[in-house]
C-alpha cells in the first residue's frame, strides 16, 4: 500500500491525477479532458515510465530505511 500512495501522491503532484472531488459541480463539463488515441497511448507510456520511477524511488527509500 506504501508503494501505491507513494505512486500516486508522485502522479497527483506531476497533475496526471487530481484528487478534487467534483460531483456536487453542476458545470461537471468544464472539468472534462479528452483525448485522442494517439494522446491516451502517449499519456500510457509517459505514466508507465514515472510509475516504475516512482517504484524504484521507493525501492531505493525502503532499503536504506531499513539499513
Known amino acids: 500500500i506504501g508503494k ?3 505512486c500516486l ?3 497527483v503532484d ?3 491525477v487530481v ?3 467534483y460531483s456536487n ?6 472539468y472534462a479532458y479528452i483525448l485522442t ?12 515510465r514515472y510509475i ?5 524511488e521507493h525501492d531505493k527509500l525502503v532499503e536504506y530505511l531499513n539499513q
Open 4 to 6: 501505491v500512495n507513494y
Open 9 to 11: 501522491k508522485g502522479l
Open 14 to 16: 506531476i497533475g496526471f
Open 19 to 21: 484528487t478534487e472531488n
Open 25 to 30: 459541480s453542476n458545470h461537471k463539463l468544464k
Open 37 to 48: 488515441p494517439k494522446g491516451i497511448q502517449q499519456k500510457i507510456i509517459i505514466t508507465k
Open 52 to 56: 516504475l520511477k516512482k517504484m524504484k
